[in-house]
């Protein structure tokens, strides 16, 4: 790589060519910028504008149904791509834009937990990472400082670390009340960690817990890498293409990367061309470009010689549990980040009858059309099933009138173990707006996840009622909570049986990397954006150190 100081013209080389702006490839560009090398994004969606988030709008929940659901294809936007999910048991969920699906996440800031990394040594099942979490921790406070983390330290699920930058938020009247019952039996419980500041840092508002996180932060407060990362890149010289749909990674008669194929928003077909190539498309979007990357050197799809591109998607079975309460609770304050989390039941007990755990969050119910569903899965005064009369004409205003401000929400994240038999593929009809074949995922939900959810349901049930829920309402196994896409192209130290190292970089094609959580060996039972993060430091400060060494087109 030459070192070329950044602001490339279009088409010209450069060093690096990311391919996605999300949580990873902003991380990437901020710091390979920064190191003095030329860097081009490509990104597929725009950059978001706060004037568009609902959340300060009456019909903000309704936006949501629509123009601001986090499942692509109900959303349906132009800079979408459709995903083929008939053979699915969980839709994916994504968000196409310069910060990728920070734009929509609930902010939820969960690193994985020492025993993540270790589950094969631990449990005698799945794989170990190749590194561990200490060797990862001086780059999850780095990007802590970055991105405002707010949150009391000392919580016991995890080692000693540094501080948090900025103080914890409010659990609120929710929080305290999901308290109220983990205390009755004596169960862990910590007040949420969250991707939002409780104080103005780094570009970002203090939050004003107004609630609407998963449609956009309209006070700027959610810390989204278009705030947080992207300025810092293009201030160091990276240039962000957006509109660029990416449909193949080139490689040359040495086998190596030479940039990349794009679809500019006016339909023209560009050439990219870098020394190295990042993708950071998210276990869906890497997988298809992948395989879409085939060639005469790579029949199979490009780095997929172990056979292993699109193989182990995991996704996150999710259950919840709703109490409804005579107290009134704020449950329309924020954030909708967790209030409170627990980890309780979160390692391994074989007598439960499963493997691994799952880790709780408590979060506010939401407004009037979030106490009558939950991400997009109906919550019936029944529980599991219900009748449409319970929410349709007169019950239904009963329904809210009974919830509303009344409710408390756990969140149930059960480690998914990867299987070969969840895949991503190329669907052989289905295209995108510009004609490239869409990805297709082939994913069932294991007994094991089914085992695990259904004991931690019966756990968060005992949870409300210790606390004094008048009413509890279940939904299990909801389909529209694919947030979290990990797992399909494997990192490891073997090329037989993954795509690339523990530094991202493919064991097939020298300089070609993957920074996203599409490498991760396992899902743990967390949200994965801290995690996500972390690796994609750690693997840029491991690129940057060795880039005199790095084989270029």
Request: net charge negative.
């Amino acid at each position: 790589m030459s070192g070329k100081t950044g602001g490339a013209r279009r088409d010209e080389p450069v060093d690096v060519l990311i391919v996605g702006a999300g949580p990873s490839g902003a991380v990437a560009a901020r710091y390979l910028a920064a190191a003095g090398l030329s860097v081009v994004a490509l990104e597929q969606g725009h950059w978001p504008d706060a004037a568009d988030f609902p959340g300060r709008k009456r019909e903000f929940e309704l936006a949501a149904q629509k123009r601001w659901h986090p499942n692509p294809n109900v959303r349906d936007l132009p800079r979408d791509y459709p995903v083929e999910t008939s053979a699915s048991d969980i839709n994916p969920l994504m968000y196409a834009a310069v910060g990728g699906s920070t734009t929509l996440y609930a902010g939820h800031w969960t690193p994985f937990l020492p025993s993540d990394f270790r589950v094969k040594t631990l449990d005698g099942i799945a794989d170990d990472w190749p590194f561990t979490y200490e060797d990862l921790l001086p780059s999850l406070e780095e990007i802590e400082r970055e991105v405002g983390v707010s949150g009391l330290p000392g919580n016991p699920a995890y080692p000693p670390q540094r501080a948090f930058p900025t103080p914890p938020l409010p659990i609120g009247k929710a929080g305290r009340k999901a308290v109220e019952g983990l205390d009755k039996l004596g169960w862990h419980w910590w007040p949420g960690t969250n991707a939002m500041p409780s104080v103005p840092y780094n570009g970002l508002n203090p939050c004003v817990r107004r609630g609407t996180c998963m449609t956009g932060c309209p006070e700027g407060a959610k810390s989204t890498v278009n705030i947080t990362f992207w300025p810092h890149a293009i201030r160091s010289g990276a240039r962000l293409i957006t509109g660029a749909r990416v449909r193949e990674i080139e490689v040359n008669d040495q086998g190596l990367a030479t940039g990349a194929v794009y679809i500019d928003e006016n339909g023209r077909e560009r050439r990219q061309r870098a020394a190295v190539v990042i993708v950071c498309a998210n276990g869906i979007g890497t997988p298809r470009l992948l395989l879409l990357s085939k060639s005469k050197r790579f029949p199979d799809g490009l780095a997929n010689r172990s056979g292993m591109v699109g193989k182990r998607l995991m996704m996150h079975p999710f259950s919840a549990v709703l109490g409804v309460f005579e107290d009134e609770l704020d449950g329309w304050m924020g954030p909708f980040g967790q209030l409170v989390e627990s980890f309780e039941f979160y390692e391994t007990d074989a007598s439960r009858g499963f493997m691994r755990g799952a880790k709780w969050g408590a979060m506010p119910g939401g407004g009037p059309l979030g106490v009558t569903s939950f991400v997009g899965s109906q919550i019936f005064s029944a529980g599991e099933g219900g009748m449409v009369e319970d929410v349709w004409g007169e019950n239904l205003h009963k329904l809210v009138a009974r919830r509303f401000n009344h409710c408390l929400v756990y969140g149930i994240i059960g480690e998914d173990l990867p299987e070969e038999s969840n895949q991503v593929v190329l669907d052989p009809e289905l295209t995108d707006s510009d004609g490239v074949p869409a990805p297709k995922l082939l994913y069932k939900v294991s007994q094991n996840s089914h085992d695990m959810l259904r004991f931690h349901v019966a756990r968060c049930t005992e949870a409300v009622e210790a606390a004094g829920a008048i009413e509890t309402v279940v939904v299990h196994q909801v389909r529209d909570t694919g947030w979290h896409l990990l797992g399909s192209c494997r990192m490891g130290e073997d090329a037989a049986t993954s795509v690339v190292d523990q530094w991202g970089r493919s064991h097939d094609v020298p300089n070609l990397y993957i920074f996203d959580g599409s490498t991760f060996p396992t899902s743990g039972g967390v949200n994965p954006t801290a995690t996500i993060m972390s690796v994609a430091l750690r693997q840029v400060r491991r690129l940057i150190a060795q880039r005199h060494l790095q084989e270029a087109a």
